[in-house]
């Protein structure tokens, strides 16, 4: 089955690369942006995917709208789960740092 960090590994690497409608080099540039790298993003997807990772109470319904005018509902639902997993991610590593520094 694997160690947890394997397969928390494997998912992330899922959700860049598997089929799906947004290209996977934009998944993996939104996934990247959202885990705290430096990385172009398409002028529409930047200022979204930046609200998804660092404050995604706050998307509203008028940018999922501005978004849907030039990209498919999948599409900004797939912005939306990477930006939110590279999020994840980010946090996910800052804690492992953290644990590592006490041992």
Avoid: K, N
Avoid at 28 to 37: M, P
Avoid at 52 to 62: G, K, N, P, S
Avoid at 64 to 88: K, P
Wanted: proline share 4%.
């Amino acid at each position: 089955m694997g160690s947890r960090a394997d397969r928390w590994d494997g998912f992330v690497e899922h959700v860049q690369s598997a089929p799906a409608t947004l290209p996977a080099d934009i998944r993996r540039s939104i996934f990247e942006a959202a885990s705290g790298g430096a990385t172009a993003l398409p002028d529409d997807l930047g200022p979204f995917v930046d609200t998804v990772a660092r404050h995604a109470h706050r998307v509203t319904d008028d940018q999922v709208a501005t978004l849907t005018e030039s990209r498919s509902e999948d599409e900004v639902f797939e912005a939306t789960v990477v930006a939110a997993v590279g999020a994840a991610d980010r946090r996910l590593r800052a804690v492992q740092r953290v644990l590592e520094e006490r041992e």
